[in-house]
Every structure is written in structure tokens, then in C-alpha cells.
């Protein structure tokens, strides 16, 4: 198939070519309110009660995935990721200690109908509850909902992060960013712009490998970065419209059974680990996997070297998993827009008759009884 749309242009292309900016501008936007985060933060977390809830629906739900394993070990607390349209549909069950609790919730537009009730629903169960929201578009519905509270931090994405294509590209990596920012503690940003700008410079070895045409796309990683792989494969799945079907699970838990979906077509992302330990499982999948359907088949994303077909991102030794998520993203999303773009796929509208929409549609909020 040839590339049906102009190679450059489209609002989902600049959104995802614009991250290490936007990541910088996030990073000091976190900076110039510091003062203000931490004394909103510094009561809540020095209760040693506190529960820590990530919150989102989507891709935004992935943000919370990534992130918790990262913000649990630096905070020594107990944070959980459970996605808005898990909380909205069992509230009870799953708010059911009535803890103190730090409610986290990501949002790109704030206007899908289960990110205001899963806030809602928090306040109604829990006795004791404040909000952190990060959100990109200041006139969305979870905005307005929680400007002005004493209870609650809004955090507002730079500008160019309220994505225009259909797919989170900005809006993911300056949310996921920004959370590990705010609740973690500063962090180098310079290397992670720096690494994305590589992965940029890699485009056309992306592209190559996009337009192969694979049945199946398998992601894998380990810790947070099995979080990323969950948002890559359905960043593949929603940008290209389904073309190609594309799943993930963790390094050691591909084996159990997901394996059996590995054959002759299919292409294999494995995202090392920044870890040593970590990333020893991860290779071990690789190897496997590349034994048992070529080289070419397997791909490691890595910041150490590799064997076998690696892209691997120079100057990351050391950073923590999640933080090395976001260029790992980048990786990720240009492979999906290259996907898009090989199939003839509208990729900032890739369901035009609107069966799958930006902002989700169709979604009633039932009362609590």
C-alpha cells in the first residue's frame, strides 16, 4: 500500500513532534507553582493514612498505570490506578475504605461523562477527599467543576497539549509528566526532550518498520513501563482504526498464555526496562521471541544496549522507569501514525461515521442508590 496522506500536516503529526517543548514549557509550569502545589500536597502527604487514587478513562487511565509504580516507591505509600470508568461503574466496592484519599485525575478535554462523576461519586462516599486535577483544556466540564475549592489543585497542561487529533499524543506525556513532577519531585526534563528529539531523528526506520504490514503488534514491558505498553497498543489500535489488531501485557506475563497469538506475522515492541534487575526479564522475552520468529520481528526500545534490532536512546542510564516512558512514547506514536498514514487512514479522524469519538459519547450516568 503507498502513503495516501501528505507526509506532514496533520494535527496528530505536530502534536506528537512538538512533545519535547511542550515537556519543557510542563516543567516549568510545575516550577513556577511549586509553592502553591506543595502547600496544598505537603498535609495530605504527611498523613501516613492516605490513600492515593489515578484516575482517567482511556488513555488518561494509562497515565495512572504508569505512574503508580514510580510515585509508590517515592512516596512510600500506598497509590492505586484505578481507571474513572471502573470507579464510576463500582463505586462502592472500590471506595469502599473510607480512607483519606488524594484523588488524581487525568483528563484531556474533562468533558467525558465519567471524569466529573467519578469526582463526584469520591466526594459522596469518601468522608475525607481532595482533588488533584490535571486536565488540558481550562473550559472543560472537570475544570470548571473543581476551580476555586479548597479541596482541590487544578493543574493546567500548556496550551498546545489539548490535543486537536483524535488520539492523545501531547496531552499524555504533559499529564504523565506533570503528576510525576508534582507528586515526585523534580526530575531533569533536558534528557527526556533530548531523547524524544532522537527518536524523532529515527522517523524514517520507523516509518520502515510501520509499513510492513504485520497481522499483529505485541507490546511488552515490564513494571510502568507495562502501563505504556497498554497506551501503545491502543494508541496502534485507534490511530490506524483497527487495521491491525494490537495488544500488550507484561514481560513475564506474556508466557502465560498470550503467547500463543505469536506466529509468522506478527511484530514484537519490547520496552527494557531502565532497571537492571527489571530489565533482565525483558531481554529474556526478546531473545525468546527472536528465536522463535527472527530478528526482525522484535524490537527493543531501550536506553542500554541491546541485542538484536534495538532502538536505543543514549544519555537515559539511571532514570526511572516511568519518566523514560515518555520517550519510549514518542516511539510509540509515531509508529501508529505511520501505521495510519500507510493504510489510508484519516489518522486525526479515523472514524468519520463516529463510531469511536475524541470525546466518548453514549455514556449515561446512572443515580447511586
Not at 514549557?25 to 504527611?46: N, Q
Amino acid at each position: 500500500m503507498t502513503d495516501t496522506l501528505p507526509r506532514a500536516g496533520s494535527a496528530t503529526e505536530r502534536e506528537i513532534l512538538q512533545q519535547p517543548a511542550v515537556w519543557r514549557e510542563a516543567a516549568s509550569r510545575i516550577t513556577a507553582r511549586r509553592g502553591e502545589l506543595d502547600a496544598f500536597l505537603a498535609p495530605l502527604l504527611a498523613r501516613p493514612d492516605l490513600r492515593i487514587v489515578l484516575t482517567g478513562a482511556g488513555t488518561s487511565a494509562f497515565i495512572g498505570e504508569v505512574a503508580a509504580p514510580f510515585l509508590t516507591g517515592r512516596l512510600r505509600r500506598r497509590i492505586d490506578a484505578i481507571a474513572t470508568t471502573d470507579l464510576v461503574a463500582d463505586p462502592v466496592e472500590l471506595l469502599a475504605e473510607d480512607l483519606p484519599t488524594l484523588l488524581v485525575s487525568f483528563a484531556r478535554s474533562g468533558d467525558s461523562p465519567e471524569s466529573t462523576a467519578a469526582t463526584a461519586l469520591a466526594d459522596r462516599l469518601l468522608a475525607d477527599v481532595h482533588h488533584l486535577v490535571l486536565t488540558c483544556d481550562p473550559r472543560g466540564a472537570l475544570h470548571r467543576a473543581h476551580s476555586g475549592r479548597d479541596d482541590s489543585f487544578v493543574l493546567e497542561m500548556p496550551e498546545q497539549a489539548n490535543d486537536e487529533g483524535f488520539a492523545m499524543t501531547s496531552s499524555f506525556s504533559s499529564m504523565l509528566l506533570s503528576a510525576l513532577l508534582a507528586l515526585g519531585g523534580e526530575a531533569d526534563v533536558e534528557p527526556l526532550a533530548a531523547a524524544a528529539e532522537r527518536v524523532i531523528g529515527q522517523r524514517d526506520r520507523i516509518e520502515s518498520l510501520a509499513v510492513r504490514e504485520p497481522h499483529r503488534i505485541v507490546y511488552l514491558g515490564s513494571g510502568a513501563l507495562t502501563g505504556l505498553a497498554r497506551e501503545s497498543a491502543l494508541k496502534l489500535l485507534e490511530t490506524a482504526a483497527g487495521r491491525i489488531v494490537a495488544v500488550h501485557d507484561s514481560s513475564l506475563g506474556f508466557r502465560h498464555g498470550p503467547k500463543a497469538l505469536v506466529d509468522g506475522r506478527t511484530f514484537v515492541v519490547v520496552y527494557g526496562s531502565g532497571d537492571p534487575y527489571t530489565r533482565a526479564y525483558d531481554l529474556d522475552i526478546a531473545a525468546e521471541l527472536r528465536t522463535a520468529i527472527g530478528d526482525d520481528a522484535v524490537l527493543t526500545v531501550t536506553a542500554e544496549p541491546a541485542d538484536g534490532q534495538a532502538l536505543v536512546l543514549p544519555g537515559l542510564e539511571g532514570v526511572p522507569d516511568a519518566l523514560l516512558a515518555l520517550p519510549y512514547a514518542v516511539f510509540a506514536q509515531l509508529f501508529a501514525l505511520h501505521t495510519s498514514q500507510h493504510y489510508g487512514v484519516p489518522t486525526d479522524d479515523p472514524f468519520p461515521g463516529g463510531t469511536v469519538n475524541r470525546v466518548v459519547q453514549g455514556v449515561t450516568i446512572h443515580p447511586l442508590p
